[in-house]
């Protein structure tokens, strides 16, 4: 662990108690770090400037990505993934700091954990990662939650690493931050081990291309990935339940659907189920780390974030009276970190009013 990464990793977990989300108190942060374009490595590929809009945009560039297979724990699976140290963006409130890679940076590592049954992808883990060479523990990174057009959501961070050659890499993760519901497991914890093997020709073959109308309103389509599942939410007249509408705030499309059942959310079958689904436009990837209230026939409610195998990431509230309108408020922008074409939007708080 390099010096002064507990310091960076200590604000921001500052900031999260603040903002008063205790479901993001449980995410630390990327163990290599530069929030200056100072000390940039030469491992990331150069890129031009784009003028970028309040929106999500076409990135400069995309890049492949290799991986180290995929391993099974207490109900949940996990996927060991990386590329060439990338740059990404970290969000405290309603503000963005840059991440550039540092000298010594190797990988930009990329653990993906979903549960094994439904295949949900999982956006409320806290995975630490340690990586050792014959025994002998040479880096310990806890990776941002983040967003990526091709990948969608998955937690990521640059790794310094003496170089090439083989490491045993261990992630484990601990209990859910958020609400688990339906068919989804929620363990108190999962550990996989993965052999990492990679050499520094064979990052410089992994696929690097520019953007032609990088900086333009758009998104790339997401990558094939055959083992891994989608990140993406079902689409709105896909949802279970009576459809209130889809609004706009920011960015982020809002869709709310109302269930008439809602025990498998603590709530009785006689109550009703609001939830609120928001998501990116394009690719349609969730917005996790939020805060989220409704209106509802003059009185206020905070949503709870909530993982569920029918409705995907969401957040919700069981009702004891049916729901014809809402009026749905994004409080706290999501505190996902994000990579290029992702870092500008999402930063609004808002309202949008759904149903009749």
Do not use: K
């Not at 163990?31 to 990331?44: F, H, I, P, Q, V």
């Not at 150069?46 to 890049?63: F, K, L, M, N």
């Not at 993965?194 to 032609?212: K, N, P, V």
């Not at 990140?231 to 509408?245: I, T, Y």
């Amino acid at each position: 662990m390099r010096e002064g990464r507990a310091e960076e990793r200590t604000s921001r977990r500052g900031f999260l108690a603040a903002a008063g989300a205790g479901a993001l108190a449980g995410f630390a942060g990327c163990s290599s770090l530069n929030l200056t374009d100072e000390g940039a490595g030469d491992t990331e590929r150069s890129t031009p400037a784009v003028e970028r809009p309040a929106a999500v945009y076409y990135p400069t560039h995309a890049t492949g990505m290799q991986t180290s297979g995929v391993e099974r724990s207490n109900g949940y699976a996990c996927a060991l993934t990386y590329t060439i140290p990338e740059t990404f963006w970290l969000v405290t409130g309603d503000e963005t700091a840059e991440a550039t890679p540092t000298a010594g940076d190797e990988l930009h590592v990329m653990p993906v954990v979903w549960d094994v049954e439904t295949g949900q992808r999982l956006t409320d883990l806290g995975p630490m990662l340690r990586f050792a060479d014959d025994g002998r523990v040479v880096a310990s990174n806890a990776p941002w939650p983040m967003l990526a057009q091709r990948m969608g959501f998955h937690y990521g961070g640059n790794v310094a690493l003496p170089g090439g050659g083989v490491y045993d890499v261990t992630v484990r993760v601990g209990a859910p931050a958020a609400r688990h519901a339906g068919a989804l497991a929620a363990p108190a914890s999962a550990t996989f081990e993965f052999s990492l093997a990679y050499s520094a020709a064979e990052l410089d073959a992994i696929a690097y291309r520019t953007i032609e109308g990088a900086g333009e309103r758009g998104a790339l389509d997401p990558m094939e990935m055959r083992m891994l599942p989608s990140s993406a939410l079902p689409a709105p007249d896909a949802l279970p339940g009576r459809h209130l509408g889809t609004g706009r705030i920011g960015d982020a499309a809002v869709a709310a659907t109302v269930l008439d059942d809602a025990t498998r959310f603590g709530g009785t079958e006689s109550d009703v189920y609001l939830a609120v689904s928001p998501r990116t436009p394009y690719n349609r990837y969730p917005l996790p780390m939020a805060g989220f209230s409704a209106r509802v026939d003059g009185a206020d409610y905070d949503l709870v974030e909530t993982l569920d195998d029918d409705l995907g990431h969401h957040y919700g509230i069981a009702l004891d009276a049916d729901v014809a309108r809402a009026t749905v408020s994004l409080d706290v922008p999501p505190q996902v970190s994000r990579h290029e074409g992702y870092e500008t939007a999402f930063l609004d708080t808002g309202h949008a009013t759904l149903g009749e």
